[in-house]
């Protein structure tokens, strides 16, 4: 299997950027992006350097209010399960005497109710907060435009757009494989469809059991049988 460094490509900077403002403003960073293109590594890379932070990843059924504050209890040491105005008031509480930065990873799950609570306990705690997900999480706080949702979306103190990743980052992602340039070109154009570098690690796993020993060098044959294997065509 590979075994992949975290590389400072435009993404992980961008991320912690975002991360880190809302950190030192006590503010909200919306943080969205196509699936596959390293968000959540990124914040796990945040995460392990400031183990302070509170890291919440959320499924569908986290979705409510009662869903997402009590995986937050959970997380700082307090197992609470009741109305939403108790796990709301009792967050509330740790925060304002223990300010500690919030993520909230595939926010996108979230219901306009469980957004408009985590940014009362922004407004109530200045604690940060940070919201990322893929782009259905910005039209729910864009709301479209509609007044209803002008209140949530104008509290968002920065907003960062995560695209596909350029060369560089792909020479970055898998410099520790000895690939040619033809080889990132190749990973670079897989990079771009569905599934991003999440795709690309993907098929280097496969490529990597291709070879005919591990001393073998990675060559784009096998990357593309790797490809071809992943997509059911061989």
Excluded: W
């Excluded at 699936?35 to 796990?44: D, E, H, I, N, Q």
């Excluded at 005497?97 to 407004?123: G, K, V």
């Amino acid at each position: 299997m590979s075994n992949l460094q975290i590389a400072d490509t435009h993404t992980v900077d961008d991320i912690i950027m975002a991360v880190s403002f809302a950190e030192a403003a006590g503010d909200i960073s919306l943080i969205y992006g196509d699936a596959g293109l390293g968000k959540t590594v990124s914040l796990k890379k945040y995460v392990s350097l400031h183990p302070d932070t509170i890291y919440v990843e959320l499924k569908d059924c986290d979705k409510s209010t009662k869903g997402v504050c009590e995986k937050i209890l959970f997380n700082i040491g307090k197992e609470l399960h009741g109305v939403d105005r108790l796990l709301v008031d009792t967050i509330t509480d740790y925060l304002t005497n223990n300010p500690r930065l919030i993520i909230i990873d595939e926010a996108q799950h979230l219901s306009i109710r469980a957004l408009e609570n985590l940014r009362a306990i922004n407004d109530s705690t200045e604690t940060g907060i940070v919201l990322c997900g893929n782009p259905t999480v910005y039209d729910r706080m864009h709301g479209r435009g509609q007044a209803h949702f002008a209140q949530l979306y104008s509290r968002i103190g920065i907003r960062r757009h995560i695209i596909e990743p350029d060369l560089e980052d792909i020479t970055k992602i898998f410099l520790n494989y000895g690939l040619d340039k033809e080889s990132l070109l190749y990973l670079h154009k897989l990079a771009l469809q569905r599934g991003g570098i999440r795709n690309c690690v993907k098929v280097l796993n496969i490529a990597l059991q291709l070879r005919d020993d591990e001393k073998e060098p990675l060559t784009i044959d096998h990357l593309q049988s790797a490809c071809q294997l992943r997509n059911g065509e061989q």
